[in-house]
């Protein structure tokens, strides 16, 4: 199956980035609740899969600590280096989905440079930076109640958030079934930009 689309998937530990690899992509080879960091340093895309007629892996990435810089750049140079090598074949990016769990509060140190290289994974514009191909994914929806997920998220959109959504950033609820997952996914693709 040739490779057609790649999707970055980011967040910080727990976020449940894993988890929705593996759903999506049946990976045998995603391990949820494992930090990738102490398997290889090395992402890989996941297998191609379908979603609407479209071949499409996922890039599952180990956590990016909002307190440490380093790790942000470790992510993304690791993320880099893969996009890069599937372009090579012809493979083209499709966006990143930023995953955030609904029990955690909003994200620390969004900074402009995070943003452009958000565009950039997503080969948008980076100045200003264009964000309409990256999703702010609240996982773990159903682990709260509907009263709570909901102002965490009027929270996140208001706050933690803003920057990115002023940038065009869209946020969406993942419940954790596939369903969920596929309808997200295949949201960003189909979107006309
Ligand atoms: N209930 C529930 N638990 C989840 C969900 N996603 C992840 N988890 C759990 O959260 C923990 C961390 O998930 P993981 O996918 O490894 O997060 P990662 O560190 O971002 O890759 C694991 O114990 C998962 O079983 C979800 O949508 N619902
Ligand atoms: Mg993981």
Not at 137 to 153: F, H, L, R
Request: net charge neutral.
């Amino acid at each position: 199956m040739q490779l057609e689309y790649l999707v970055g998937v980011m967040g910080v530990d727990g976020a449940g980035k894993s988890s929705m690899v593996k759903l999506l992509s049946n990976d045998e080879r995603i391990q949820p609740g494992r930090d990738l960091s102490s398997l290889s340093s090395r992402m890989q895309p996941t297998c191609p899969f379908n979603v609407n007629g479209k071949t499409v892996a996922l890039i599952d990435t180990y956590g990016i600590d909002g307190n440490q810089i380093d790790s942000e750049r470790l992510v993304v140079r690791n993320m880099e280096s893969c996009l890069k090598s599937a372009e090579k074949e012809g493979a083209k990016r499709a966006g990143v989905l930023w995953l955030h769990s609904v029990d955690r509060d909003s994200p620390t140190m969004i900074t402009v440079n995070t943003m452009k290289t958000l565009a950039g994974l997503c080969a948008a514009r980076t100045s200003p930076p264009d964000l309409r191909k990256v999703v702010i994914v609240i996982t773990q929806w159903e682990t709260v109640s509907q009263d709570i997920a909901v102002e965490s998220e009027t929270r996140l959109k208001s706050e933690g958030f803003k920057r990115l959504l002023d940038a065009g950033a869209r946020l969406e609820r993942h419940d954790g079934t596939l369903d969920s997952g596929l309808q997200i996914l295949s949201r960003l693709l189909s979107s006309d930009q």
